[in-house]
């Protein structure tokens, strides 16, 4: 059993590999957790939380960048497969599923690509399904990988309807209630997302992160 | 210069990548060349305008060294387009530094400037916003009257004859009437040969290539925004209706500007890949004029108003384009806060000042979240042409620009971007007059610029 001193060293170890981007050493670090009979539980919670703050305090004062947070999340990934092989699965919560990406006809990817790291550096999984996705695709991707969110950014006015058109076509499958549906981008506004019976708006990433959050129960 | 079938052929045969790969190997060799080419970074103590005349062509080198050593991605097939040093630089060196654009009196010269030249911008008022089709031969008239302009850009808007756009078919006939609207308004401004650049619907090819049109649509002297994607990236849409353009005689136009904090990294890997990308809209699109820079990824949803270190970043990249390549380089000013405010003339003029210096020209002022009728007015491009001639008349160079710049961004720094007003609340289009109290800041913050040693005729 480890002391408290041996704990918050093994912890620290692990935040630190994470907050230098280093999947290799997260690796290491959590298997030095697991070495020690540190609860595998508390670690996912507390380390992985308190770098997700540190990493978005980072992204929004231009320390770090997109590469970054993929890096962090690898690094996660990477820590997350160790703890997680220690402990029996049921004990562990199954992390909240989001399926993202740019509406139908519509090319830009800055503002998904910064939503995907955020929710990706924030515990969620994602699955970024790209540019110019149909609507079709993003409800059988979202069946496929049984997420809780789908998420979709449009930023020409002449592609947010594909945003309705998602959540019309989750109707008329009778899919509605099984995905919770967040949209943002350029042209959308809270008043947009009301009128098309969006769950949740957010107008930037770290608000995005929030509204998943909120959307799947992980926050108030 | 290769052709843009060679270009075609190269996506559909060139090395398999995953997206995310490409990604990060982007960065990866973005980091490597920053450090080869010793691209500084920000400091504190750096000045708003380039005034280290080794660091243009060292940054030059980090962009032709990009795309030869990583190439460019396309993402439709997912393979990686290779070009060997020669056709990079016989593309810089054989790429027309001025086009003629527009029809009969109407047609102008874009041309490329110099760093610190004294001739004047080459101007477009806008759009590149969206507006209700209520407006629309009413708000392309206005645009199109103000008589510096050389070229307009269409808009987007939501229904056309009483239906939703939505799906292929309906962008289609979109695109046509976007056309036909800027037409009218051209007519009706007495310049039926003004050049009008299309602003997409969408970047479908069938609906990039409805709007071309020899009566009522685009023809001859006409333009297409072709933007090469962040990253590096192109795909087959935009290329297919590059060549169809080519052939059909349209210029194009991309927004090659880099996104500081993306794949590319911090304001040093953003510089590298603000001069490669227009490089890459000339070999993969033939896209003469580029609207060039840095942006931050943060800028669309600001919630302050970007300054340093995009200001000098911005100088460096068209410092280099313009001296060592023939890219036609334009400044897209996009101010966070919306028209109606003073904090959006004072944006557009910030940045008005650093492109007449950096020897770009003067493109569609926009705000950065622009809604409905409410992404700018006449106003703001009228601003830009006084502010650029201002800036001529007082002969500013790059120091002083840098002076002026610091006192300038002081006035900004501590405010936050403002939502701004509907066209209709602070312009008169039939008057095609600003209405009083916008016309009353505009005054004011001329007076400011003028403080600052601006000489307005």
Redesign the interface.
Known sequence: MATDSETKEALDGLKEAILRYDAEAARKAAQIIVDRGINPVLALKEAFGETANVLHERFDSGECYLPHLVMAGDAMTAASEILESAVARDSVAAKKIVVIGTVEADLHSVGKNIVAMMLRSGGFEVHDLGVDVKSSMFISRAKETNADIIALSSLLTTTRPYQREVIEELESLGLRERFKVMVGGGPITPEWAKQIGADGYGADAMEGLEVAKRLTGLSS | MISLLDIAERTQKGRKVA??TW??SL?RKISELALRYEIPQYTDNTPFLNLDDTLPEKALQAGIDLLVEHGVYC?TTGRVIEFTRQEVLTTIRESPPEIIIGNGKDARIMKQRRVEGTEPLNFCPGHHA?FTVDLAPLIVKNFARIPRTDFIEGF???EVDGH???G?PL?AY?ARRQLSWMREGVRNAGRPGLSIVFYP????AA?LMAAMDPVDGLRKGDGILTSV???EKI?HDLLATAIACEDYGLWRISGSFS?????C??VDGAIIEGIAKPLTAVLCYRAYVNYTGVE???T??A?AIPLQPLNWARSVVNQALNRYTNVICMAWVIPTSGPGTETNLLEVSLRTIEATINGANLYAPRH?????NAGQTPLEGELMVEVSDATLAAGIDRERGSEILTKLAEQLKARHPEPGFSIQECYDLVNHHPLPNYEKIYGEVKEKLSSLGLAFA
């Open positions: 997206e995310d990604n990060m960065f993402i969206p987007n808007f939501t939703e756009i939505l292929a962008e979109a619907i969408t970047t479908r609906v994607l962040p990253d795909e996104m500081m904090g993306g794949f990294g911090g931050n990824v943060r669309v949803s919630l950065s979240r622009a809604q409905m």
